[in-house]
């Protein structure tokens, strides 16, 4: 190859000298008159706190029960491993929707009933 050597820079800088329109919003918009709108504030009747209802309807109740006694079976298989995840796969397994709330109370209760079995055990012995 003769002649001169390619250049990577094909474009010369070009100095700017004044603001570029990028073609938005027109600035010469004109003053601002008056003051400024009437605000409202958006308010609805006062809000109470929500409070957990004590589980004393017989309904629930018996969900609870229904749902341990799924759950004591599922820990009974697994060689008495009392994990979030055996009980919850044993609940879940029969199609029965489950919350990480309940589930997070229905293992508080299992660990309680755990406890005492074993302090009956340990007291047998």
Do not use: F, H
């Not at 002649?3 to 070009?14: D, E, R």
């Not at 209802?53 to 629930?60: F, G, K, Q, S, W």
């Not at 005492?116 to 012995?125: E, F, I, M, T």
């Amino acid at each position: 190859m003769t002649g001169s050597p390619v250049s990577p820079v094909t474009a010369l800088p070009v100095a700017v000298t004044g603001a570029v329109d990028l073609g938005g919003q027109s600035v010469s918009g004109g003053p601002v008159t008056g003051g400024p709108a009437e605000v409202v504030p958006v308010t609805g009747p006062p809000v109470s706190p929500v409070t957990a209802l004590p589980v004393t309807d017989r309904v629930a109740d018996r969900d609870t029960e229904e749902l341990l006694e799924i759950a004591k079976q599922a820990v009974a298989e697994a060689d008495n491993k009392l994990t979030r995840a055996v009980v919850a796969t044993a609940i879940r397994g029969q199609q029965i929707p489950l919350s990480s709330d309940t589930l997070t109370q229905l293992m508080a209760q299992l660990r309680e009933q755990q406890r005492r079995n074993q302090l009956v055990d340990a007291y047998r012995s």
